[in-house]
């Protein structure tokens, strides 16, 4: 027979655990006031873990909304079947999205004026009511509307019989960096005047679900929870806050794993791949693994990561070229062709954080997640 379809573990790929996703998601849960909401973020393809295996088992954990940039995002949950409230994060320009709103039901983000009235125009020619959330900006200045210009918005939504006022919410812009100083001074202005704004406002719908943290937000001690908490990252396992008190666990739910698909044995002075950036110093051994920057291993990392093979760290040497990557395994002769190298995640004992690869290239672990791209088939464990 013919073979169209390639073992997913034939060379490179990602592992997710949805057990650890509802785990966390139950952690955090747990955490919340009572009666506060959990929104489980799975945006860019659940943060690269796969948005419909990370929905369904973060909603089994006790997620009780979810959220996504895209509307494409959403009507993929909508088709795999969820039917939980869904907000989108991002902005919508025209009509046509806006009609798909309606027909898959799910609930767009308001942050103007125009966006309410052609949203109240196209509800009322389908003759069905959208639910939205508006959003206010507090001081992120990315989306949401101007404070000033908040109340007048928030008013037009509630007074309208074609839209439904389903949240009001703001997002932080500094809470996951140093919190010491600037951070947590930036953090409660936004604090501070959202809350102005909330009381300032008497609104005939109820009830209205206020939410402004993510997840630095929501593992901060503080009371920035409100009615909901949009968390993303720390439902895949991550702490964007350092480390956190002993009664949260978090357990990363991914790993990065690929294999090796040739050894070479070279002398002391050879260089090694593009632009000899790297050059033997003694004898080596070296192992070709066949994963690259086009599978989402950032061509910055070069010579900066380690990897992990049978529970024992090896250096990447060179640079790291479109698809695939140089490791030195030099005096070890148990590693052989075909052999599984750990990039990110468990190894036996060991471990490897995304954290150590955007510590690495100045990135973020948001980034290095949802870097991971298709040629990585994504392998539930
Ligand atoms: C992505 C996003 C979040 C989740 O952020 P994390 O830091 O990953 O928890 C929350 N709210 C909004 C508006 C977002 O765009």
Redesign the pocket.
């Known amino acids: 027979m013919l073979l169209d379809k390639v073992d997913p573990r034939q060379r490179a790929w990602v592992e997710v655990e949805p057990k650890a996703i509802e785990a966390n998601a139950l952690a955090i849960k747990n955490r919340l006031p009572q009666d506060c909401l959990l ?1 489980a ?1 799975v ?1 860019a393809d659940g ?1 690269g873990h796969g948005a419909e295996t990370v929905a369904k088992a973060a909603l089994k954990g006790g997620a009780d909304y979810l ?1 996504v ?1 895209t509307l494409q995002e959403g009507i993929d949950l909508r088709q795999a079947g969820i039917s939980c409230p869904i907000l989108l ?1 991002g902005n919508l320009i025209d009509s046509e999205e806006l009609n798909a709103c309606i027909d898959w039901e799910l609930m767009p983000t308001i942050s103007t004026e125009n966006e309410a009235v052609l949203s109240q125009k196209l509800a009322q020619e389908n003759d069905k009511k959208l639910s939205v959330h508006i ?1 206010v900006d507090t001081g992120m200045t990315r ?1 949401g509307c101007e404070l000033k210009d908040a109340s007048a918005l928030i008013t037009r939504v509630d007074n309208s019989s074609f839209l439904d006022l389903q949240g009001i ?1 703001s ?1 932080l812009a500094l809470a ?1 960096g140093d919190f010491e100083g600037e951070g947590a001074k930036i953090t409660f202005q936004q604090k501070q005047k959202f809350e102005n704004l909330l009381n300032s406002l008497s609104l005939n719908s109820k009830p209205v679900l206020i939410h402004l943290a ?3 937000g ?1 593992l901060r001690e503080c009371n920035l929870n409100y009615d909901m908490v ?6 895949y396992g991550y702490s ?1 806050i350092g480390d956190l008190s002993k009664d949260l666990v978090l357990q990363p739910a991914l790993a990065v794993k690929a294999k090796i698909t040739l050894i070479r044995e070279v002398s002391a002075g050879i260089g090694v791949s593009y632009g000899h950036k790297f050059i033997t110093k003694r004898e080596s051994r070296l192992a070709v693994v066949g994963i690259g920057y086009a599978d989402g291993v950032g061509r910055a990392l070069s010579g900066k990561i380690s990897v992990l093979i049978n529970g024992e760290f090896f250096p990447q040497v060179g640079a790291i070229t479109m698809d695939q990557l140089v490791i030195d395994i030099t005096g070890n002769t148990e590693i052989v062709v075909g052999s599984v190298v750990t990039l990110l995640g468990k190894d036996q004992d060991k471990y490897l954080s995304p954290f150590s690869w955007s510590n690495a290239s100045g990135s973020i672990p ?1 980034e290095i997640l949802c870097a991971f791209k298709y040629r990585l088939p994504r392998v539930i464990v």
């Open positions: 929104m973020v945006k943060y959220g940039a994060l959003k989306l919410y997002h996951d993510n997840s630095a929501t949009r968390v993303g990252i720390a439902l964007p948001w």
